[in-house]
């Protein structure tokens, strides 16, 4: 893809014009790079998953548009993959696979806004088919393709979920008519109407009737964020390229590379029959914002890039895309206050078991036994104010590690150790930091302690990734205990966890949560086997540092009074934070180059 015709292909493809978007993705497809992990008989060869996303995110990279296989591969022919008829596979997939046929969804209507149960496309049944009428706005790349999921009501009775079917049509069929509509970005958005379109009955997928439950599903797969932060990526290098790199972008770029762990995690549900809209609400919405945010750092310097002298045509594509794309990743696929309230409602029900998946991604058994040892352990010592350093609760902390060899578990097996390597070593200062307590666990004896006292600091990468770990581990703790709060405080005749105005914040910093603790396991599983990344380690603990703050002030914004009462947990929690967030700043101020 390194090649002249091939970068001629993209920036042709990125101003829209159809033939060379046709050419490439055909040239995709006779590589077998676009369905890589489908079905032999359906143009796959049956690749692992996460290799096939590999593969997208590398010709995504070369700058071609990367939403028309999103749509095409990722939403619908995954989706007809698993729930469609026979025939509607064998028809439609294997030109799929080739690059021969383009898909889109066609959801949203006029005043329906991102509620899809209000639509009111109609799909009546007539014989062994069916009759279609209504209007769809808002639908991407419905121009150039050929299929499009849609969305239609076959009945009225009952609840507002339910009498919705899908459908698979043609739009070159009889009935159909698309127009396109101008908006600020490249990608062309479109109005299409269905005038009494007939569609055969294998066309339907799923039961009729019964659509909203795989609606939900299509929902899921459509949220991964995956084609968020190849955007992210490619608007990034451009930006470096055309700013020469600076400072400010280290976080941004750390930020980036959370989304695109957490994407990466999210991809899984490819794989699931039995996907929920809530299973990948917390990646849309951290890749959409994070992604859009790389877009906002275009929009504050678009009035010197823009008139750039020398810029690379295929930069000033991406920065333009930057600029021009990034208000409506909040808005497609799901609002960003709707991924909050889904999230909220998930929170509502399974808050402590939310909290304990981000620990448990470290070793779910080994994370149970140090919280039901220590959690004992460091109770039973009493300190006034709580906040205060206990050195008697750190030395019992560090007895019970001792006793229990945890104190151990990353020495070889050669020196008595256990030999279970760096990660389960952050997952017991994890621990640490989520039960509020101080950091007992320091096989290395360089650098800050809790009390404030400074010493040298140790730049090995593993106490780094340790000490951030802890941090990780407070602000889980911070995030449960405001949680907690707002469950049971009411106000103005309601609970503060029904406040959405109130919550939304707090709810935002679970998802930044949720991202860290993907991000840190990755890399501390590549730094035990090959030393670390210093400008990864150190990426991530600018995005931890910023991200923290954040957690912090949301949960007290929720405890109000309570979080600055001295007696409080909440007010460890925060003296905690404050003595160690910092303590991730190993170079100083950053500065804007």
């Given amino acids: ?83 469609g008829s026979d025939r509607l596979k064998g028809e439609l997939l294997p030109r799929i696979s080739r690059g021969e046929e383009f898909a889109t969804v066609l959801y949203s209507e006029p005043r329906a806004g991102s509620d899809l149960a209000a639509l009111r496309t109609r799909a009546e049944r007539r014989g062994d088919r069916y009759v279609l009428n209504g209007v769809k706005v808002f639908s991407i790349y419905s121009d150039i393709a050929g ?25 070159a069929a009889e009935g159909v008519s698309v127009e396109l509509v101008d908006t600020l970005q ?14 055969e009955s294998w066309r339907r997928v799923g039961d009729e009737g019964r659509g909203w439950a795989l609606l939900d599903g299509a929902l899921a797969i459509e949220r991964t964020g995956i084609d968020h932060v190849v955007r992210a990526a490619r608007w990034l290098r451009a930006l470096r390229a055309a700013t020469g790199r600076p400072a400010s972008l280290q976080r941004l770029e750390g930020q980036v590379e959370c989304a ?42 678009w009035s010197t890039l823009g008139k750039a002298s020398g810029l690379d045509e295929l930069a000033y594509e991406e920065l333009f895309s930057g600029l021009t794309e990034s208000p409506g990743l909040t808005l497609s696929a799901g609002t960003s206050e709707m991924m909050l309230s889904t999230i909220g409602t998930d929170l509502r029900e399974e808050s402590s078991q939310r909290c304990l998946e981000i620990l448990h991604r470290f070793g779910g058994e080994l994370v149970d036994t140090v919280l039901e040892v220590l959690e004992a352990a460091g109770a039973g010592i009493r300190v006034e104010p709580l906040f205060a350093h206990a050195p008697t609760r750190r030395e019992a902390l560090e007895k019970t590690l001792a006793d229990l060899g945890f104190d151990r578990v990353e020495h070889p097996e050669e020196e008595g150790g256990l030999g279970l390597g760096l990660t389960v070593g952050c997952a017991i200062s994890l621990t640490m930091g989520y039960l509020g307590y101080e950091n007992a666990y320091r096989p290395c004896r360089t650098g800050i302690c809790d009390d404030g006292a400074r010493h040298e600091r140790c730049p090995a990468h593993e106490c ?24 049971t405080r009411e106000q103005f005749g309601k609970k503060l966890v029904d406040a959405d105005a109130l919550m939304f914040p707090l709810i935002r910093s679970y998802a930044e949560l949720t991202a860290l603790g993907a991000r840190l396991h990755e890399i501390a599983d590549s730094v035990a086997g090959t030393g670390g990344d210093e400008g990864a380690v150190r990426r991530f603990e600018l995005v931890e540092q910023d991200a923290l703050v954040r957690v912090v002030r949301s949960a007290m914004q929720v ?12 007010s460890r929690f925060y003296m905690r ?13 950053e500065t804007d180059g």
């Fill in 1 to 83: 893809m390194d090649t002249p015709h091939w970068r001629d292909l993209v920036i042709r493809s990125r101003r829209m014009d159809p033939d060379a978007i046709a050419e490439a993705y055909r040239e995709l497809g006779a590589r077998g790079l676009l369905t890589p992990d489908w079905p032999g008989e359906f143009g796959g060869s049956g690749t692992p998953t996460r290799l096939a996303i590999e593969l997208f995110e590398g010709f995504a990279a070369s700058g071609l548009p990367d939403l028309v296989h999103a749509l095409t591969v990722q939403i619908v022919g995954n989706f007809v993959l698993k729930y």
């Fill in 147 to 171: 299929s499009a999921l849609v969305a239609a009501r076959t009945g009225q009775e009952g609840h507002k979920y339910d009498g919705i079917t899908l459908f698979v049509i043609d739009l």
């Fill in 186 to 199: 490249r990608e062309r958005m479109c109005r299409v109407r269905l005038r009494d379109v007939e569609v």
């Fill in 260 to 301: 695109t762990t957490l994407a990466r995690a999210a991809t899984e549900v490819f794989l699931r029959t039995d996907v929920r809209a809530t299973d990948t609400a917390v990646a849309k919405l951290y890749t959409s914002e994070t992604c859009q945010q790389v877009g906002h750092e275009v929009l504050r310097r």
């Fill in 464 to 487: 780094r990734l340790r000490h951030a770990a802890y941090v990780l581990g407070l602000g889980i703790g911070m995030f449960r205990t405001a949680w907690e709060y707002a469950s």
């Fill in 559 to 570: 405890l109000g009074a309570q979080g600055i009462t001295e007696w409080s947990v909440a």
């Fill in 577 to 589: 934070c404050a003595e160690s967030i910092g303590s991730l700043d190993h170079e100083g101020t």
